[in-house]
Nanobody, 124 residues
Framework: QVQLVESGGGLVQAGDSLKLSCVAS????????MGWFRQNPGKERELVGA????????SYADPRQNRFIISRDNARNILYLEMKNLKPEDTAIYYC?????????????????WGQGTEVTVSS
């Protein structure tokens, strides 16, 4: 069983940066692919990006973007989402999720474990 806890969200202004963290309070993440997703009220949860268990491979919903960077520290059981040049449309609750596999996957239903989310609000 894996329990995930996100942190690092908050209220920022457009153009600011934030770095979200996702810690496993139970279980090990080192053999699991991980993902970051986000959701706004009334909308479906959407992928931000994902990372393989080793951290060697990452993939993002928008492969052209360079504002969001996913990384991980397996020694500390932590997943990160670094967000730069934030925009009001990035406002959402951000969730981390873990797979029962080391292989990166972009499909929401492939993730077995979810955190409770951390809220990010970007003002214009």
């Amino acid at each position: 069983q894996v329990q995930l806890v996100e942190s690092g969200g908050g209220l920022v202004q457009a153009g600011d940066s934030l770095k979200l963290s996702c810690v496993a309070s139970a279980g090990t993440l080192s053999d699991r692919a991980m993902g970051w997703f986000r959701q706004n009220p009334g909308k479906e949860r959407e992928l931000v990006g994902a990372i393989s268990s080793t951290g060697v491979t990452t993939s993002y919903a928008d492969p052209r973007q360079n504002r969001f960077i996913i990384s991980r520290d397996n020694a500390r059981n932590i997943l990160y989402l670094e967000m730069k040049n934030l925009k009001p449309e990035d406002t959402a609750i951000y969730y981390c999720a873990a797979r029962n596999s080391p292989l990166l996957n972009l499909v929401l239903r492939e993730y077995a474990y979810w955190g409770q989310g951390t809220e990010v609000t970007v003002s214009s």
